[in-house]
């Protein structure tokens, strides 16, 4: 094998894979935006020499080509609900080209601790590919990896201790590393117990502010939920943002004494007509929605602090 002539590939192909690196983590961060779905991480690494000739060695290869090496480049998205995990695989599924697929927790041995990631390898479609842009793209293939926040603490902490499998654990320690994964486990899944239980709290409230009738007792307690149900109500959607700092609108609440839905439409019934007139001078001016949501609310706050 003529390592040399690998080595001059891999360094005359470094700057692609850096900008093919730069320009699919921007192509992955949209994906993910346009699916409102929040991650903990979107990461990649580039493979250095010295680990592409151990993996020749461990894995006995005889490329001729550095491009036979599919995994020089690398991708690590992390999530932070299982659910999400499916919606990323799905997306792309549907908007890359999938060379090899395997979903790590569906195939693991008895042996093996905790569970891992899904991974895939992928490369650009072949309708981006004839764009003369992205045509130097057409021959590197990236490895991805999907996975849970608590998936990447298990894969992190199990690679760096090196007790992927039983066998490699002193006896004494098994039983510590067992219940170690189980409760890595049941943090996914109580993680995804609390966002169902929110989910349902949404359309139950959704469902009482559609009816004619106040939406709940004028003395039920505000929360983050509620707070955004009632703005919904008061407000033009179209200055709605997205991921608006509810929790931290209703600490401010709070700490000026409205504390429930019926002083909170009463605060807004009482300066709705003023909050919007200012709204809609200000997109006179800039020829498109100014204040979020929030920014009306504290505009409305920051009146009847002043009495006006």
């Not at 060379?99 to 899904?118: E, I, N, Q, R």
């Not at 700490?255 to 909170?264: Q, Y």
Request: aromatic share 10%.
């Amino acid at each position: 094998m003529d390592y040399a002539s690998l080595k001059e590939q891999y360094d005359q192909n470094m700057p692609t894979y850096k900008e093919f690196c730069d320009y699919f983590k921007k192509v992955c961060s949209c994906l993910l935006s346009e699916a409102d779905i929040p991650y903990f991480e979107l990461s990649f690494r580039i493979k250095t020499w010295d680990s592409i000739l151990e993996k020749i060695e461990r894995h006995q290869l005889r490329p001729q080509q550095i491009d036979e090496i599919h995994d020089i480049i690398g991708f690590r998205i992390i999530t932070l609900f299982k659910r999400d995990v499916n919606i990323v695989c799905d997306i792309i599924t549907q908007k890359l080209k999938i060379l090899y697929y395997d979903d790590k927790s569906k195939t693991k041995s008895d042996d093996v601790f905790g569970y891992l990631s899904v991974h895939y390898e992928i490369s650009l479609p072949d309708e981006w590919l004839n764009s003369p842009l992205f045509a130097k793209y057409k021959n590197i293939q990236t490895e991805l990896q999907i996975r849970t926040f608590s998936q990447h603490v298990w894969a992190a902490s199990s690679h760096l201790l090196q007790y992927k499998i039983e066998s490699s654990v002193p006896a004494a320690m098994r039983r510590d590393i067992y219940r170690l994964a189980a409760v890595l486990e049941i943090v996914d899944n109580e993680l995804e117990n609390i966002r169902n239980f929110r989910d349902n709290y949404q359309l139950e409230v959704k469902k009482l502010s559609q009816n004619e009738n106040p939406m709940l007792p004028a003395d039920t307690p505000l929360d983050s939920i509620l707070l955004e149900t009632i703005l919904d109500r008061f407000f033009p959607h179209e200055n709605k943002k997205n991921h608006e700092p509810f929790d931290n609108m209703l600490s401010e609440l709070l700490a000026a004494s409205i504390k429930t839905t019926g002083e909170l439409e009463q605060l807004l019934s009482s300066q709705i007509s003023y909050i919007i007139s200012k709204e809609n001078n200000r997109k006179k001016e800039v020829q498109h929605p100014f204040y979020s949501y929030i920014g009306l609310l504290r505009m409305a706050l920051s009146r009847k602090k002043h009495n006006i």
